[in-house]
């Protein structure tokens, strides 16, 4: 059955620009879209996820999403907000990038069930590589005039803009390129829409006048918001620079982390777009938030989501029990659960001090472990009052100065969390 895939993205605020008739059009017939994804890196980041979220909640609606690997776009480059070229990958990295790609996008989508409407990815690089430069330019670049290319916003701002360089002819076809993607997509996988960021729609409409003018046929197109951040800063990046979807990259409690740290404003707005939770599920959140802000009922649950979606339901459990570790009321054991990366995410920032192994085998006394071994406390005797005043906990448990350190204590076999009162955190790292 068919649901109403524009009234979906509607309440969710994820329609920026649609083509007259794209609703009726997606009514009528199981539909086929498509999104494309820049293969340029291994993994795609926190950025990519409105992309994503458009071929999820439309394949939901019953019809059947086109992933595109810009396999050819990405060795040319897209005006599109970029304010110089990009750098150019070789086919095999494509070819690694790409299946990279695909295995994050089948956390959101049907790939292998076997339905009508199950996910597809292509790369464009396929049908492009055989595409002789003279025969695009007769086949293609004739039925396009440069006044409808020049009069697009991305080729606009990149000649009017401040570099001194320009614009490249590389880059200036790019439109043509994606729009023969769209008009060879229509062919040949009868899709009918293209999907994408609102900076996108020079490139998308490029594609529905080939599929008009050469194809005899009707395209549709369908842009989302740009996202931002109510504070004007970039959404996608932290101070780590891009939230990625790869564990290796983001580790899931840093990636857990920058959604459970966003903004009332903007978590309002994030978990309509970011999540497949209902209307109504939604809006019993936010009623529930604006009761009780301090609970930060919204962002727990976006954080939540998010999370499970891209990393799975164990990464999950351990990013929120490395969350409560700085905050709650965590135990050693917890502390031991944490692998190296996770534990050091967590405690990023915080001091450390080496000591060999052999001290650990033979039991470093705690006086030695704050103070001459670490300097973690100045002296001795600064050591033996904290101790007297039972401020000091290794691996948050509390202990007196008849404590040893010894190798049962080390997390992941290599660190022992030492700290004074609730605030005052230092790291030995065994070597």
């Known amino acids: ?44 980041h926190i950025g990519n996820l409105v992309p994503i979220m458009l071929l999820a909640h439309f394949q939901r609606a019953g019809h059947k999403p086109v992933a595109l690997v810009g396999g050819a776009t990405g060795m040319i480059g897209d005006p599109s907000g970029k304010s110089s070229e990009r750098n150019l990958l070789d086919e095999k990295t494509l070819r690694h990038n790409q299946e990279c790609v695909r295995k994050q996008l089948s956390q959101f989508l049907d790939f292998t069930s076997g339905a009508e409407n199950e996910a597809v990815m292509v790369n464009n690089y396929d049908w492009m590589k055989e595409f002789s430069f003279l025969d695009f330019i007769r086949d293609v670049g004739k039925h396009i005039t440069v006044n409808y290319m020049m009069a697009k916003d991305s080729v606009k701002n990149r000649l009017s803009g401040e570099s001194a360089d320009g614009m490249s002819f590389t880059e200036f076809t790019y439109q043509l390129v994606q729009g023969y993607d769209f008009l060879h997509l229509y062919q040949n996988n009868e899709c009918t829409l293209q999907m994408g960021g609102s900076d996108q729609w020079g490139n998308i409409t490029t594609g529905t006048e080939l599929i008009r003018r050469i194809g005899g046929g009707k395209g549709y197109a369908l842009t989302c918001p740009l996202i931002t951040k109510s504070d004007g800063s970039k959404f996608g990046k932290s101070e780590g620079g891009n939230v990625w979807l790869d564990a290796k990259r983001t580790s899931p409690y840093k990636f857990y982390q920058y959604w459970l740290n966003t903004s009332d404003e903007d978590a309002e707005k994030y978990i309509k777009i970011f999540t497949f939770l209902t209307q109504e599920e939604i809006e019993t959140l936010i009623s529930l938030h604006k009761e009780a802000p301090h609970q930060r009922a919204l962002q727990k649950k976006l954080a939540e989501e998010v999370t499970l979606t891209v990393h799975g339901e164990e990464a ?16 050693g054991a ?32 705690i006086i030695g472990a704050l103070a001459e071994k670490t300097g973690f406390l100045k002296s001795n005797g600064e050591a033996r009052r904290a101790l007297k005043e039972n401020s000091i906990s290794v691996n948050k448990e509390k202990v007196t100065d008849d404590f040893k350190i010894t190798k049962e204590h080390l997390i992941d076999n290599k660190f022992v969390l030492l700290q004074r009162g609730k605030k005052n955190y230092f790291i030995i790292k065994v070597i």
């Open 1 to 44: 059955m068919i649901k109403n895939f524009v009234q979906e993205l509607q309440w969710r605020g994820m329609v920026h620009d649609a083509m007259p008739n794209t609703e009726e059009h997606l009514m009528e017939a199981i539909r086929s879209a498509y999104v494309g994804f820049d293969p340029t890196a291994d993994s795609l």
């Open 316 to 331: 999950l459990e351990n990013a929120v029990k490395a969350s409560t570790i700085l905050f709650g009321k965590s135990t």
């Open 334 to 365: 917890d502390l031991k659960a944490l692998d190296e990366a996770t534990f050091l995410d967590v405690f990023e920032g915080v001091p450390q001090a080496e000591v060999a192994v052999s001290e650990i085998e033979e039991g470093l006394d």
